[in-house]
């Protein structure tokens, strides 16, 4: 374990306010470990530029520069938080024999990397940050996330609850994710399904350091939306079921209607053909829309389309990283 060669991969889009502060805390915290014989002196810090539009790129070049064991790689325009991570893991897992993901704004507490390290050093090969309290997030932020991770596990996604994507992977479980091939990428997803050793630490969710969330609510849906229909079919099951209490309903109404013809009093009914329409026609596209989502992602994961293009790579030669 000693000799295993750590890499925090740091996915970063449009961080220019908090790079300092978590270069910082992050080259401090392997330090430590290394100090520490946890890991080897090789290990380093991995930057994934995801398209920032500031001078993020520009500040990873000066952390690459003073720093031995710093590097970056960066993607050629912006492609999302789990492309960009996907993107550093598949690096580290070439580099190095653990890869933990950490995001750049530094709410995980990167005290639990000693604890994930160890957990690694008993044989464990995926270790789950897990959020023990989110009082720093905001009360919308904490409902909506909360309530999205209830929402996922009732439709059939296996995710760990209050786990974002502060992990600990081994390499043998990257080399098992390197076969996933989908499009819409949801790690959090995926890792549980991986199947093996695991465990979790957990730790104190804390304020954004510096700058802005790049969540943006609308973000936040359309991921949301994604971790469900990337994984689960029991969106197309429920509509099923409502078809056939939809058609078990229209009977009710027909039987209804014949009697009143049967007795003589027409033309009324009129407001209830009129709800039913409405009704029936409410149901079926909302079934189609559902129907249609799946469609859509069939048709995107069918053209196999690379996630990503790493345009520009920032790594030291090995030889100079053992002299340092
Ligand atoms: N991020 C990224 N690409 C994006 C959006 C976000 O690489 O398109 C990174 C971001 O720099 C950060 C991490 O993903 O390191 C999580 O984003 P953020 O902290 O803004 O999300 P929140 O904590 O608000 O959910
Ligand atoms: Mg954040």
């Known amino acids: 374990m000693k000799n295993d060669i750590l890499a925090i991969v740091v996915p970063c889009y449009n961080e220019q306010e908090v790079l300092d502060k978590t270069n910082h805390v992050l080259l401090e915290t392997l330090n430590d470990l290394k100090e520490k014989e946890k890991i080897s002196r090789k290990s380093f810090l991995l930057y994934v530029n995801d398209g920032s539009k500031d001078r993020t790129w520009e500040l990873i070049r000066g952390k690459y520069e003073e720093d031995p064991y ?8 912006n492609k999302g938080h789990q492309n960009a991570l996907y993107a550093g893991l598949m690096y580290a897992r070439e580099k190095a024999d653990i890869a933990i993901s950490i995001d750049a704004d530094l709410q995980d507490d990167v005290s ?3 604890e994930m390290v160890d957990k690694y050093g008993e044989g464990y090969d995926i270790v789950y940050g897990v959020r023990s309290s ?6 919308f932020k904490k409902t909506t ?32 994710l ?40 609308k973000k936040m ?20 079921f409502l078809g056939i209490a939809a058609i078990i309903f229209s009977f009710v109404i027909i039987i209804y209607a014949l ?12 407001t209830s ?11 079926q596209l909302a079934a189609i829309g559902v129907v249609g989502q799946y469609v859509g992602k069939t048709f995107i994961e069918t053209k196999k389309r690379p996630r990503y293009y790493i345009s520009e790579v920032l790594e030291h030669n090995e030889n100079q990283e053992t002299e340092n």
């Open 145 to 176: 996330a909360q309530g999205f991770y209830k929402l996922m596990n009732s439709l059939g996604t296996k995710t760990v609850y209050n786990h974002a994507d502060f992990r600990l992977m081994s390499k043998r479980t990257l080399d098992e």
């Open 273 to 283: 053909m009129f709800a039913s329409i409405w009704f029936i026609g409410g149901v």
């Open 134 to 139: 989110r009082e720093k997030d905001s009360f």
């Open 70 to 77: 710093v590097r970056g790689i960066s993607l050629a325009g």
């Open 178 to 217: 390197s076969l996933y091939g989908e499009t819409h990428l949801f790690l959090r997803g995926i890792a549980p399904e991986l199947g093996f050793r695991s465990t979790s630490v957990s730790y104190a969710r804390k304020e954004r350091e510096a700058g802005e969330s790049k969540y943006p609510f």
């Open 221 to 240: 849906v359309s991921f949301a939306f994604d971790g469900i229909t990337s994984f689960s079919v029991k969106p197309l099951t429920l509509i099923l």
């Open 259 to 270: 009697v009143r013809h049967f007795t003589g009093a027409t033309v009324t009914g009129w």
């Open 112 to 114: 639990a990397i000693e």
